[in-house]
């Protein structure tokens, strides 16, 4: 007979109770249709067992329920009739529950009762993973739910647990658990649904919709509700939800400064909010930015890992009127935890983080040896790994926040990809009001400038039957876009000498509210035409809304061209005319306001390129140098954490400083690219320059280094207050004739210097 140890019987009672379960079995069509077509409702043992839980449990491999041994079904039928939960036959082939099952509805009401939402978990934890995990916290459950994206099934870093009861979920909620680092977040399962459907109502109401939460909306968000259950809730929940929804949203945000919270008229979310994000909130130029930002005003929200740290360390720092301190408890090398609510309204961000280095010898608690920086100790990498930090951070804090800051060239809305394009457009012509004209989009494969591709809009314009206009739509965009990072929609076209319109739609009603704003053309010209959303006016049916409603860049369905012998509110259009018309399409995208200084700016470290870099002599560098790869490759993940930013399509600006002092600013400094410079700079400089380059656009592309021009020896006492205050950064960076697009990288074995990156490939391939 076939043996089982204790831990697989008691996972097999688990796994077969769970089957059987109020929480599962109503929603089980395959087995509720087992159970319903046997009279007393038993379901064959071989059955189950073959069910393909069962089978990993047993290391079954892919048996089918006529390949499941007598004495495999024999012995799991002796572990199922410890339960008091099931019913096994007088023959052991067969099981039932003990009870009746009871409605849907009433088991529907009894699960969400008792079920949490929790995250964020790795995207790579498994269920066996997780569940252990609760178990070893002492945690009751019945079930484990982990979510799923619905097409590609992998894993959302959430789940549903099932406690034993609503008190256990109770107790649950008070627990303080972290999963790999992650601190979990709880939540009452009918308090995240009605969250849920309040934000979905709320969006609905915005537009002049009612919704209703549907069986789409329910696979949207992955939850396991029963239909009578749903309908409660959406009966209950209002538009006076909405609050509570968005303060348990921002339940992830807290506010540290000022004291008294937000004040009024201060705007720190959604698509007008102006936040500047600062990771590694709490190092040593880190505390600075804040402190220089709120000295500035600025809405600054701080990723730190460690609260009661930052607490600490930026609980008393001064803020003018205006200023707010938020912080977000986050680990940026561990992607779940950056959750999308936390970056809400963020369109900057200044990023110090960087890998804990510290005295192997050990550091004082306020790391005091580190942060001198004059006197070297023999260092070591403690935490987290180079790669981690100042690679994988990089590029998962990049991933969050890249679509919030936005890209130097535009969010491409609509382009001439391919000859599909023109299908995701569709006319509207006043045919629609009984006029005879007719228009279309279509796709030109060599008709754009220089013989690129273009979309072209193309029709005939008459007025008979009182008509006048033709105009095309593209496909309501799923789901919407989000453009408030942009100021507008720019379009590049060769004109007509025409006027047209841009209509924008925040709804995916075909015939709702639109937004618009007119714009000319020259003929015969290729030009880009720059459209800011504060000059879209609503309007319907070309009647002017004087309603206050205004467009939210935020929320974008659709996008419309329209060539009409109206403007609005029956004024004639002064450059209309009928006949032949097309207006050949280049590209239709969000544009950044002009001009675009660096909205991702990244303190990295001089050095980077020089390990492994042709004639270079280690002995002379500097000891990160040197010791690159007894420090875990610090430098060269260092490297390509810059390359991800470079690559990444945002406006930006990478400082390498130095060593890093403790000395007051004001130090007169070099600034250089190429990447050889030596020496050492006041934290206190480069929170300062950073904080300038915001407002910097000829800063944007650039990577430089930066240094004391005094002796390394020689300490800096500083120069009076007022001239270390008034750096005039802009001056000193266009003095050093900064190029962008360099990065003093080694590439195919050739140091490519002071020379931008680009050109030396260029050169190295003319030479081949």
């Given at each position: 007979m076939v043996e089982f140890d204790d831990d697989v019987k008691a996972k097999v009672l688990k796994q077969v109770e769970f089957y059987f379960s109020d929480s599962n079995l109503p929603k089980d069509k395959f087995l509720k249709q087992q159970v319903d077509s046997h009279p007393e409702g038993y379901v064959d043992l071989s059955l189950i067992v073959s069910f393909a839980r069962m089978r990993d449990l047993l290391k079954l491999g892919g048996a089918r329920p006529e390949d499941i041994a007598d004495d495999v079904v024999t012995t799991v039928a002796d572990v199922l009739r410890q339960s008091k939960a099931l019913t096994v036959s007088e023959s052991g082939f067969q099981v039932k529950r003990a009870t009746p099952l009871p409605s849907a509805k009433e088991a529907a009401r009894a699960v969400d009762s008792r079920s949490l939402y929790v995250r964020p978990f790795p995207m790579t934890a498994t269920l066996d993973d997780i569940q252990n995990f609760f178990l070893e916290n002492g945690i009751e459950y019945n079930a484990v739910r982990v979510r799923r994206h619905v097409r590609s099934k992998d894993f959302k870093g959430s789940l549903f647990l099932e406690c034993t009861s609503p008190q256990e979920s109770d107790r649950v909620m008070t627990l303080k658990l972290e999963y790999e680092g992650a601190p979990l977040r709880f939540e009452k399962k009918q308090a995240y649904l009605a969250r849920k459907i309040a934000e979905r109502k709320a969006k609905s109401a915005a537009t002049g919709q009612q919704e209703q939460l549907t069986l789409a909306m329910l696979e949207e968000m992955d939850s396991d509700c029963e239909i009578p259950a749903l309908t409660e809730i959406n009966r209950n929940v209002d538009l006076a939800a909405v609050a509570a929804g968005q303060q348990q949203q921002q339940s992830s945000i807290m506010t540290l400064l000022p004291a008294t919270g937000v004040p009024m008229g201060v705007v720190t979310s959604g698509s007008n909010a102006d936040v500047v994000l600062v990771t590694g909130a709490t190092g040593g130029v880190g505390k600075r930015v804040v402190q220089r930002l709120l000295q500035k005003g600025r809405v600054v929200r701080a990723l730190v890992r460690d609260v009661n740290k930052a607490k600490q360390l930026?609980?008393?720092?001064?803020?003018?009127?205006?200023?707010?301190?938020?912080?977000?408890?986050?680990?940026?090398?561990?992607?779940?935890?950056?959750?999308?609510?936390?970056?809400?309204?963020?369109?900057?961000?200044?990023?110090?983080?960087?890998?804990?280095?510290?005295?192997?010898?050990?550091?004082?608690?306020?790391?005091?040896?580190?942060?001198?920086?004059?006197?070297?100790?023999?260092?070591?990498?403690?935490?987290?790994?180079?790669?981690?930090?100042?690679?994988?951070?990089?590029?998962?804090?990049?991933?969050?926040?890249?679509?919030?800051?936005?890209?130097?060239?535009?969010?491409?809305?609509?382009?001439?990809?391919?000859?599909?394009?023109?299908?995701?457009?569709?006319?509207?012509?006043?045919?629609?009001?009984?006029?005879?004209?007719?228009?279309?989009?279509?796709?030109?494969?060599?008709?754009?400038?220089?013989?690129?591709?273009?979309?072209?809009?193309?029709?005939?314009?008459?007025?008979?039957?009182?008509?006048?206009?033709v105009s095309v739509r593209c496909k309501n965009f799923q789901p919407v876009l989000d453009l408030s990072a942009y100021e507008g929609i720019q379009?590049?076209?060769?004109?007509?000498?025409?006027?047209?319109?841009?209509?924008?739609?925040?709804?995916?009603?075909?015939?709702?509210?639109?937004?618009?704003?007119?714009?000319?053309?020259?003929?015969?010209?290729?030009?880009?035409?720059f459209l800011p959303f504060s000059e879209f006016i609503p309007t319907f049916r070309a009647r002017t809304l004087r309603d206050g409603t205004t467009l939210n860049p935020a929320s974008v369905a659709s996008v419309q061209l329209m060539l009409s012998k109206f403007e609005y509110d029956g004024e004639l259009n002064p450059k209309f005319k009928t006949g032949f018309m097309e207006l050949p399409i280049a590209s239709?995208?969000?544009?950044?306001?002009?001009?675009?200084?660096?909205?991702?700016?990244?303190?990295?470290?001089?050095?980077?390129?020089?390990?492994?870099?042709?004639?270079?002599?280690?002995?002379?560098?500097?000891?990160?140098?040197?010791?690159?790869?007894?420090?875990?490759?610090?430098?060269?993940?260092?490297?390509?954490?810059?390359?991800?930013?470079?690559?990444?399509g945002v406006p930006y600006a990478v400082v390498r400083p130095c060593a890093l002092t403790e000395e007051p600013a004001g130090a007169p400094l070099e600034i250089a690219q190429g990447d050889n410079i030596k020496g050492k700079i006041s934290r206190e400089d480069v929170a300062d320059l950073c904080v300038s380059l915001l407002n910097q656009p000829s800063a944007v592309g650039l990577t430089f280094e930066i240094k004391s021009t005094i002796p390394f020896s020689q300490p800096w006492q500083g120069a009076d207050s007022a001239a270390a205050g008034s750096r005039d950064w802009g001056s000193e960076l266009s003095a050093a004739g900064l190029k962008r697009g360099v990065t003093g990288k080694t590439v195919n074995g050739v140091y490519t210097g002071k020379e931008p990156e680009s050109e030396a490939l260029k050169k190295q391939t003319a030479t081949v």
């Open positions: 930026l609980g008393n720092l001064p803020v003018v009127p205006g200023a707010v301190l938020q912080l977000i408890a986050a680990d940026i090398t561990q992607k779940q935890t950056l959750l999308p609510e936390m970056f809400d309204g963020v369109r900057e961000v200044i990023s110090c983080s960087a890998v804990k280095v510290q005295p192997k010898e050990g550091d004082t608690p306020d790391r005091q040896k580190y942060y001198q920086g004059i006197k070297f100790y023999d260092p070591e990498i403690i935490e987290n790994t180079p790669e981690a930090v100042e690679y994988r951070g990089i590029q998962n804090l990049l991933d969050v926040v890249k679509e919030r800051i936005g890209f130097e060239d535009g969010k491409v809305i609509l382009s001439p990809t391919d000859a599909d394009s023109a299908d995701r457009w569709g006319a509207l012509d006043d045919v629609v009001m009984g006029g005879v004209s007719e228009s279309s989009m279509v796709f030109d494969r060599t008709g754009g400038e220089g013989g690129a591709a273009v979309l072209v809009f193309r029709g005939i314009v008459r007025t008979e039957n009182s008509g006048g206009f379009l590049r076209v060769k004109g007509n000498g025409l006027r047209y319109k841009m209509i924008i739609r925040s709804d995916t009603n075909w015939d709702g509210i639109g937004y618009c704003r007119s714009f000319d053309t020259t003929d015969g010209e290729w030009q880009d035409i239709i995208k969000g544009y950044l306001k002009k001009p675009v200084a660096p909205k991702f700016i990244h303190v990295s470290s001089a050095g980077v390129t020089r390990p492994n870099r042709p004639g270079i002599n280690v002995d002379q560098e500097p000891p990160a140098v040197k010791l690159n790869d007894a420090l875990g490759g610090l430098l060269t993940y260092k490297l390509a954490g810059e390359d991800a930013i470079r690559q990444s």
